[in-house]
């Protein structure tokens, strides 16, 4: 790969007669920015070739001391350069990675290696997708078994992995949730649920949680209880309100304001258990609590389940820790195994009705492909064991 290469930046102004009081004034002048890198630029052909390098290195069985080091040289170039530097100086693993900055390359189980053999263990669970743990064998083999066959969908015919890992989300779910729509992240599932809501009720707001973390797209930023990701991109959706998590009665005081002003609520938009805020499990009867208001102000509860689902807190979802339903229900991270990006929202079939009469009014290219179900199929019941998946 080319190295990169600084341009410094060329004064244009005429030089002038330099005087006594200019040099005093120069002196106070603000320094210059930082003369900014600017790459050198490849051929086509270059491209190509670079492009063959990369595929022999992710066809290899193993590699050489040489090409290890020089993978490390060009990834912290390709962040410098045409990634995002501030990669650099936020990660650990690079700031303190010594000689040779960590480069994730393989994993199994609860381990994982940097492409110079350091073994780590992965008590981060890669923020809750590794619930079955690194490159599970039974998923992997159902992802590549797939992969062979049909890739990704044709947009045309139906696609019997989307039924099948439908019917079995709807069979496991609390309650009268049983309709699904398939996405790739939990970003996106924040938003179908938000859609989803608005349709339903042909109401615009939303009451979300102080800390409360449910993606960065636009709607779910709007969601977000943390100004630090928020303030750069405001105004965000303008029928948004906050209260304090664990705190039914902060819900019901905001329902019972809105009401009396005139506000339209479509609902309320909680995790189960907080968790980038640090792992905060709520009051005992919070939930259940939760579930009488919006019921009584005729508001969706929607349960954001993309970390806690999955049988992350030891039930299946979340919610089922006390017994309530909510209305909808967002799923993501370990819902794909660890192996493919997949996420879901599910509701009723009576709240899923106006979805019917026109189903392409919400859509995604990706979302439920062939791999990503079979993923999801093989991560409901990752283990071959006779005990009930919704017990494990």
């Not at 009488?292 to 820790?321: N, P, S, W």
């Not at 009723?348 to 179900?373: A, D, Q, R, Y």
């Amino acid at each position: 790969m080319p190295k990169a290469v600084v341009v410094p930046m060329k004064n244009h102004l005429k030089p002038h007669a330099k005087s006594k009081g200019d040099r005093a004034r120069r002196r106070h002048k603000p320094a210059p920015p930082p003369a900014l890198p600017v790459r050198t630029g490849m051929s086509k052909r270059k491209i190509i070739e670079e492009s063959r390098r990369w595929l022999s290195i992710i066809n290899a069985h193993k590699l050489n001391e040489y090409k290890r080091r020089k993978i490390v040289a060009d990834t912290l170039d390709n962040f410098r350069f045409y990634y995002n530097k501030g990669y650099l100086e936020y990660r650990k693993s690079v700031t303190e990675g010594g000689e040779f900055a960590a480069i994730e390359w393989s994993g199994r189980g609860s381990y994982f290696e940097d492409i110079t053999g350091r073994r780590f263990i992965d008590c981060l669970g890669g923020y809750g997708i590794y619930s079955a743990g690194i490159n599970h064998p039974k998923i992997v083999r159902a992802v590549k078994s797939q992969l062979e066959r049909m890739p990704l969908s044709s947009q045309e015919l139906l696609d019997p992995l989307r039924g099948a890992l439908a019917e079995l989300l709807g069979e496991l779910a609390p309650g009268d949730l049983q309709c699904c729509f398939f996405i790739n992240n939990g970003t996106d599932a924040i938003e179908g649920a938000m859609k989803l809501a608005r349709l339903y009720t042909k109401k615009p707001g939303f009451i979300s949680c102080v800390r409360g973390f449910h993606g960065k797209s636009y709607g779910s930023l709007s969601l977000m209880g943390k100004g630090e990701y928020r303030l750069a991109f405001e105004p965000l959706l303008q029928d948004t309100y906050f209260v304090p998590f664990g705190e039914a009665d902060a819900v019901e005081s905001e329902l019972r304001k809105a009401e009396a002003v005139g506000m339209a609520i479509a609902g309320v938009v909680v995790e189960p258990i907080q968790g980038e805020a640090g792992a905060i499990v709520p009051p005992d009867d919070y939930w259940p609590r939760l579930r009488e208001i919006c019921t009584r102000y005729g508001v969706l509860l929607i349960a954001d389940e993309v970390q806690t689902g999955m049988g992350r807190t030891g039930k299946m979802f979340a919610v089922e820790h006390w017994g309530v339903q909510p209305d909808i229900m967002c799923l993501g991270k370990a819902l794909g195994g660890g192996v493919m990006p997949l996420s879901a929202f599910m509701s009723t079939p009576e709240i899923w009705k106006v979805l019917e009469p026109n189903p392409f009014i919400h859509s995604s290219t990706f979302g439920g492909n062939p791999l990503g179900c079979a993923a999801g199929i093989a991560a409901v019941k990752p283990n071959d064991t006779r005990s009930d998946i919704r017990d494990r």
